[in-house]
């Protein structure tokens, strides 16, 4: 689910603050707090994932054949070329749909991207101390 305001959230931060996170563990080039930002977003892709799938069958998909170990080779099965394509082009849509949430500045409606960028922004001036609280914005389905 990386979408840009993710990914550039660590860009508000200092280097070091982005990969101490409270819900996820400090790994090496894994920023704790980026994947953090992610939770109250996730629910949006699983259902997004769900729907998307109830309307797969047997032929969107493709059978490969792959190495498991060394010695020994296993069949895996994934999407068909045409149906990742379809998948991404109707996510990248849901991503720049509207919702009822206002912008930080003026509007009464935004995109789903534009609300998850300001959360980054949000939170970022809230552990800067430049603001005395962050409430995230989630969109209630």
């Known amino acids: 689910m990386c979408r840009p305001g993710l990914g550039v959230f660590a860009v508000y931060l200092p280097a070091s603050r982005a990969f101490h996170g409270s819900l996820h563990s400090v790994q090496y080039g894994k920023p704790g707090l980026v ?9 949006l892709v699983d259902d997004f994932v769900i729907h998307f799938c109830q309307s797969l069958g047997k032929r969107d998909f493709t059978v490969k ?32 749909s509207k919702v009822d949430i206002p912008l930080i500045r003026h509007g009464k409606s935004q995109r789903i991207e534009t609300l998850i960028n300001e959360e980054a922004l949000l939170l970022a001036k809230y552990l800067r ?6 409430n995230p914005r989630v969109i209630i389905t």
């Open 65 to 96: 054949s792959e190495a498991v170990s060394r010695k020994r080779m296993g069949k895996r099965e994934y999407l068909n070329d045409a149906e990742t394509r379809r998948m991404i082009r109707e996510l990248h849509d849901y991503f720049e």
């Open 129 to 134: 101390s430049e603001r005395d609280i962050w």
């Open 35 to 43: 994947c953090d930002l992610q939770e109250p977003y996730r629910y």
